[in-house]
Structure formats: C-alpha cells, structure tokens
C-alpha cells in the first residue's frame, strides 16, 4: 500500500536528522584530532595546498602535474593514517559518518529506494516501529544459555547454531525455520535474534504475530474499499526479504485462516523468499488445527527446530518479584 504524505514526509525527516546527527558526530571527530594528535591538521592543510599549486601547473600546461599529485596525496595520505593509527585510532575514524553506507543516508540508490528506506515504509505501513525497540533488548548479544540444561541446553543450543547459519548463508541459500516447543522457552526470542541482524545486514523484514497478521488480512478483505491495499499488502507479504509468523496457533483458525496460510507459504516457497515461524503447537497439534497440506509444506521445506525447557518469562518474573 502507498505511503501517505505524512508517511513519506516522515521517513525524509528522519533522514534529514541522522544526516544532522551524523555531520555533528563527524565534526566532533575531527575537532578531537585536531586538538590532540600534533601535525594531522597541517598535513590536511598540506593537501588542500598542494592539490592548487598542482592544479595551476597542469593548467600552465605541465603534463606530469596530475600524475605528480597522486603521488604527493596517497603520500599525505599514508602519513595521516599512520598519525590516526598511531593515537589509537581506525584509519577510517574521519571519513563522512552513515548510518546507511549503501544509500549514504539519502535513501536512494541509482533512483530506486534504498533497502533502508523499503524497511522504513514497513515500519509505517505495518505499525512495526515498535519492533526495533524490542531487537535492542532480544539479540544475539544479549543471548543466554543459563535458563537450560540437560536436553533442553542442547536442543537450544543446536537452535542457536541453526539460526546463525541461516543469516549466514541468507543470502545464497533458501531456507525456513520452524520453532516450536513448550511456553516460554526462547522461540521469539531466536526469530527476533534473525530479525535484527537481517535488518542490520540491509534485508526487509515484516514480523507479525499470527493474531495480527490474520486480523489485518480479514479487514482488507472483507472491505471492498480496501481491495487495492490488500493487493500490495499481498505483494509485500509475498516478496519481503524474511517474513516472520510468531505465535502460530493464537490466531482464531478457521477456513480463511487456514487458507490465507498456504497461500502465503506457498507463494514464498515458490519465489523462494525465506519464512520464520514459531508456535507453542506440537507437531501433532499442528497437522490437527490446519491443513494436510500446510503440515506438508512446512515440514517438508522448513528445519524444524524444537525447543523445550522451563518457561523463561516466568521464571525471570519469579526473580524480580523476590528482589
């Protein structure tokens, strides 16, 4: 679905601000050496100079003067670094800040919308803004193996080494993941875990719960108003990077339900686009509330990652409590 004018004057905005953010971040860098590694600025000076006496000869008609200049600045150049590399500090530390190297934080590439951008309009066009404040706290850096033991410790442990491995070959090898097992014991955890670093590596994403998914899918269609949102809701759906279910099985199921489902994990499979999904259903439960065939599609085309162990949410809960 279009962006309104409100949407997309918002995401230029926020552009506008980390550009901002980022020319202050680079005016602090630069103002630190200057002010505490002796001679970098007179070697920036240096380079600025030359370049103009250089750049006189070869209009006087001096042949060599260019030649002469990259020389004189990969030597100036070489210096600087070795100050930079000397005070402790990356060759790279005053060189323009982005946030989105890729589009250089203007949001386009070449014309077309930068993947940053494409990520920004799924935040808006799906209410999904609050899944970034939730990938600061659930990632691989915040990881944990100290709720599990036994089995579960390895099972968890195994699920672990399957999700790096997904991001790790994302981008040459079509894969899904299926996480499913006991209440509270870190599949959203790991789907967020893919999300934030599949996010952070350029890739679109939409993460829904199952009951939000299905809700929004029934009100675009049975409202004849919304037919061309539901079209490109579909699209995106269909052709996102990673499409993450959570919480399969919470969702009212019924024939649409169950309907919608093949659709979209049939279209994604087809267009080889990766899925995500986790639910608190066994296996058994799972063939039971849908279709043969959706049983069929997921554990034919997904690795089935069980996971098993106390509830984690409460027991971290118990913890609070007795402080």
């Known amino acids: 679905m279009p962006l309104t004018n409100t949407q997309y004057d918002l995401i230029l905005r926020d552009y506008e601000k980390r550009q901002l953010q980022n020319r202050r971040e680079l005016e602090k860098r630069t103002a630190y050496v200057y002010g505490h590694i002796p001679g970098y ?3 920036e000076e240096r380079v600025a100079s030359v370049s103009v006496s250089q ?12 030649e002469e200049l990259k020389l004189l600045i990969a030597e100036l150049s070489f210096k600087k670094a070795r100050l ?6 990356p060759k790279d530390y005053l060189k323009p800040v982005y946030t989105c190297p890729d589009c250089r934080d203007t949001g386009y590439i070449d014309g077309q919308k930068c993947h940053c951008f494409r990520q920004a309009m799924i935040a808006l066009l799906y209410e999904q803004s609050h899944i970034q404040e939730m990938l600061q706290n659930e990632n ?4 944990s193996y100290e709720y599990y033991e036994g089995d579960d410790l390895s099972r968890f442990s195994n699920a672990v080494i399957t999700c790096q491995n997904f991001i790790r070959n994302f981008n040459s ?23 934030k670093e599949l996010i952070e590596s350029g890739h679109s994403v939409i993460y829904f719960s199952a009951a939000g998914l299905f809700d929004l ?4 269609s049975f ?32 024939q649409f339900v169950a309907s919608r489902l ?45 996971l098993t162990g106390p509830d984690i949410r409460m027991y971290k809960k118990r913890l609070s409590n007795r402080k």
């Open 84 to 89: 930079l590399a000397d005070s402790g500090l």
């Open 140 to 143: 691989f850096q915040s990881l």
């Open 262 to 306: 093949f659709s979209l994990l049939n279209e994604r499979h087809m267009g080889k686009k990766a899925t995500v999904i986790s639910t608190n259903l066994s296996l058994e439960e799972l063939r039971n509330r849908y279709s043969d065939r959706i049983f069929s599609r997921i554990t034919s085309h997904y690795e089935l990652c069980k």
């Open 217 to 220: 899918l029934s009100r675009y």
């Open 55 to 66: 750049g006189k000869k070869y209009l006087a008609g001096d042949e060599q003067a260019m």
């Open 223 to 254: 409202d004849y108003k919304s037919k061309e949102d539901e079209r490109e809701c579909y699209a995106d759906l269909y052709q996102c990077d990673l499409l993450i279910i959570d919480d399969l099985g919470t969702e009212l199921t019924n």
């Open 173 to 195: 090898d079509y894969h899904n993941l299926f996480f499913y097992g006991t209440v509270g014991t870190g599949k959203t955890f790991l789907s967020n875990c893919v999300a």
């Open 41 to 43: 600025r007179e070697l």
